[in-house]
């Protein structure tokens, strides 16, 4: 038997820049599922993404999905594409483990945990303060920098990696340290500054965009008194869940979310095209 991709729509083009495309999985030209992809609005037309398979669920089983998606970096390959990401649910397993046995790799995921009303206390001899406007300049020059690196290190060339560093900086911090819904915290112990913190107010939750403990004073507990800052802020903000971002690899910083209970909500993964 013989797994197609079959076209629903001409190639769409988008005012964002990216295109995209629906197709029906069919096997001897029998439709047995769908699959959509498009390029990438923040990578650009280089990287592709894999938006959504689906396959009936009396054709799951037999390899339609690996073959479709086979055929789906077929067709991204003529668009001129280098790359390929997709997003998975946390629950969605045979999703992840399909991905994985296909080479994608790993690159962050999204973690999510419940807020009560009432705050965490923090460490003994420990408190947040906002951040000055004198340490915020450094602060964000460094964060700038860091993020670019993290995404360099993880498969992204560096002109885009830069690039993208530059862009969600300056479309998260239109106003720098006065950016409505956005905190910026220095957390202190025993009167010394150990490290910072940047969380968002959002709808119903809180987002912590950034945590980091200074070099000279890690592996003292800090960073989980940041998190439970972070905690404290979002609950006095009346926000029912706080989230954030965890680039895979980061294994200290996986353990502590884990141990404060937050859970994956989504999988971000990649593959090159050789």
Not at 90 to 112: C, H, I, K, S
Not at 118 to 132: D, V
Not at 246 to 260: K, M, S
């Amino acid at each position: 038997m013989t797994t197609t991709l079959r076209p629903t729509e001409p190639l769409q083009h988008h005012t964002d820049g990216t295109r995209s495309r629906h197709y029906q999985v069919c096997v001897n030209s029998r439709p047995v599922g769908a699959i959509s992809l498009s390029t990438h609005p923040v990578f650009g037309p280089a990287v592709a993404r894999l938006e959504d398979l689906r396959i009936e669920d009396a054709d799951r089983g037999r390899g339609r999905g690996t073959v479709a998606a086979l055929a789906a970096e077929e067709v991204v390959r003529g668009w001129g594409c280098g790359r390929i990401e997709v997003s998975v649910p946390a629950d969605a397993e045979a999703a992840l483990r399909l991905t994985r046995a296909l080479g994608y790799v790993p690159r962050n995921r999204a973690m999510e945990k419940p807020l009560g009303t009432t705050a965490p206390q923090l460490s003994a001899g420990s408190r947040g303060r906002p951040m000055t406007e004198a340490e915020y300049g450094p602060w964000e020059a460094r964060g700038r920098e860091s993020y670019a690196r993290t995404w360099i290190e993880r498969g992204v060339p560096e002109d885009e990696a830069h690039a993208k560093s530059q862009r969600d900086h300056d479309q998260l911090l239109p106003r720098g340290i006065d950016t409505e819904n956005m905190l910026f915290s220095v957390l202190e112990h025993e009167g010394t500054p150990v490290g910072t913190l940047w969380l968002a107010l959002q709808d119903e939750r809180a987002f912590v965009f950034e945590v980091e403990a200074d070099a000279a004073h890690r592996g003292r507990g800090h960073g989980r008194t940041l998190m439970l800052l972070a905690e404290e802020q979002a609950v006095a903000a009346g926000k029912r869940a706080i989230g954030l971002n965890v680039f895979a690899g980061n294994t200290p910083a996986e353990r502590l979310y884990e141990t404060l209970g937050y859970e994956t909500t989504l999988h971000h993964l990649y593959k090159n095209l050789l």
